[in-house]
């Protein structure tokens, strides 16, 4: 069974500019998650998708929005690109919602912002 | 705020060592997983542990949940090189779903 895919792996871009990452989960996952992680802060949670409708929300300004699609597949938006976007940014994907549930990352997409 | 705080932040051993890796709260979680994060790469899930004085062994690893779910701790056995990376941490809380709150991260390199 194929892993969680994040694209691209790296992006470079410009403060001012947007960005749209794209991560497509272990095929029969309903749920995704989005985790930004800096040397400074760790792993941070931005937001959870599941069956089309965001479930959670980490505290990050307005400028990172996401969604997903009827194929399970996500998409996250950052505007505005400022310095301190510049992260690892990380997809995970569980099957369900249960508390229990696992999660499985992929391996991220590294936003470096100019 | 980090819910989960995780000590040593480093940790430098020769091989053959033994160590632990602590990951502590002052609030309870429903369950606790521990991953290993390889530079450039997402983390790798390597256990899950959901109930109070849980005890799980991988292999050289030994995972344990606290018995009021507050902590949990990472013992490695003759830690080898390829045990060197970063151990995170993450756990849920009831009725938060999917949100993880993950550790601090304990960075490990093992000398050959």
């Known amino acids: 069974k194929a892993g969680v895919t994040q694209t691209p792996r790296y992006l470079i871009k410009t403060r001012g500019q947007q960005v749209t990452l794209s991560c497509s989960p272990i095929s029969g996952h309903r749920s995704v998650s989005w985790y930004q992680q800096t040397p400074g802060q760790g792993l941070q949670f931005l937001f959870e998708y599941f069956s089309e409708t965001q479930r959670n929300k980490g505290n990050f300004p307005g400028r990172f929005s996401g969604r997903q699609f009827s194929n399970s597949r996500s998409e996250m938006n950052v505007s505005t690109l400022e310095l301190g976007d510049s992260a690892l940014y990380l997809c995970?994907?569980?099957?369900?919602?249960?508390?229990?549930?696992?999660?499985?990352f992929g391996p991220g997409t590294r936003l470096t912002v100019l | 705020t980090q819910l989960l705080e995780q000590s040593p932040q480093f940790l430098s051993i020769q091989e053959g060592e033994n160590l632990t890796v602590y990951c502590n709260s002052s609030s309870v979680f429903s369950s606790l997983q521990w991953y290993r994060q390889e530079p450039g790469e997402g983390p790798v899930l390597l256990v899950t542990v959901v109930t109070g004085g849980e005890v799980k062994k991988l292999k050289r690893l030994t995972f344990q949940f606290g018995d009021a779910r507050k902590d949990s701790s990472l013992h490695i056995t003759a830690a080898q090189p390829g045990d060197t990376g970063l151990y995170l941490c993450a756990g849920t809380r009831v009725n938060t779903g999917n949100q993880f709150y993950f550790g601090t991260g304990t960075s490990l390199t093992v000398i050959p």
């Open positions: 995970a994907s569980s099957f369900s919602r249960d508390t229990y549930n696992e999660q499985f």
